[in-house]
């Protein structure tokens, strides 16, 4: 089974400032990984996702997250940040091998960008 | 266009009361999943569908829980019989090169 832990449950920030949302996961098994924003009162948009490859993983509006298979980490950053990348992130895994590609959500980074 | 699209975008109902979200993927695949998100709290997988039949489901989907593709386009989601703690926002998604999800309906157990 999969678990994903997102360590901070909110990260305020003042615009133009660079930003890191972190994530662990736990897994037997070799895992793709995500990251999704949920703006307020919309859906799951998906930022980037890790299959295989470049660890460096480059995404929508400017995000870009890293694959540490060491430190399972999936840690998501961005160099200067806009107040409107102030959403809910969350971080997903889903393994590899799974025949239905079910996603394992963490429980969502709150960012708040300030002007 | 969106790629999934969730009808209604809200519903309240009575507790005991049946309710039935629906979804509507689309384009032609055949993965599709329920995913649900308590307020406040992470997003949770539910069920995943594959070729009109369930491949996977969570411990959350009880026997309370239904999933039908009836006409081929529109998938279902059936509560038949809601409680209070199945007030959240559910959301359908599809499989594609990655997970497309909907917009989600939020129901509303009173």
């Known amino acids: 089974a999969q678990s994903v832990t997102q360590l901070d449950s909110q990260v305020p920030v003042f615009e133009e400032a660079p930003v890191e949302l972190r994530c662990n996961y736990s897994?037997?098994?070799?895992?793709?990984l995500f990251w999704y924003v949920q703006y307020p009162n919309q859906g799951l948009q998906l930022l980037l996702k890790?299959?295989?490859?470049?660890?460096l993983v480059k995404g929508i509006n400017g995000f870009e997250a890293e694959f540490n298979k060491s430190q399972t980490s999936f840690h998501l950053r961005k160099p200067s940040v806009h107040i409107s990348d102030t959403a809910e992130y969350f971080c997903?895994?889903?393994?590899?091998?799974?025949?239905?590609?079910?996603?394992?959500f963490g429980q969502g980074t709150t960012l708040q960008v300030k002007p | 266009e969106p790629e999934v699209t969730q009808t209604p975008s809200h519903q309240v109902t009575q507790m005991g009361q049946e309710v039935i979200l629906r979804c509507v993927p689309i384009?032609?695949?055949?993965?599709f999943y329920w995913y649900r998100q308590i307020l406040g709290q992470k997003v949770e997988f539910l069920v995943s569908f594959y070729n009109n039949e369930i491949s996977e489901k969570s411990e959350i989907f009880d026997d309370q829980f239904s999933v039908e593709r009836p006409d081929g386009s529109n998938f279902t989601l059936k509560i038949r019989s809601t409680k209070l703690e199945d007030s959240a926002m559910y959301f359908c998604a599809r499989q594609g090169d990655e997970q497309f999800f909907g917009p989600g309906t939020r129901l509303t157990v009173l």
């Open positions: 384009s032609n695949h055949l993965y």
């Open positions: 897994s037997s098994v070799s895992v793709y």
């Open positions: 997903a895994v889903s393994a590899s091998s799974s025949n239905t590609g079910k996603l394992i």
């Open positions: 890790y299959l295989s490859g470049s660890t």
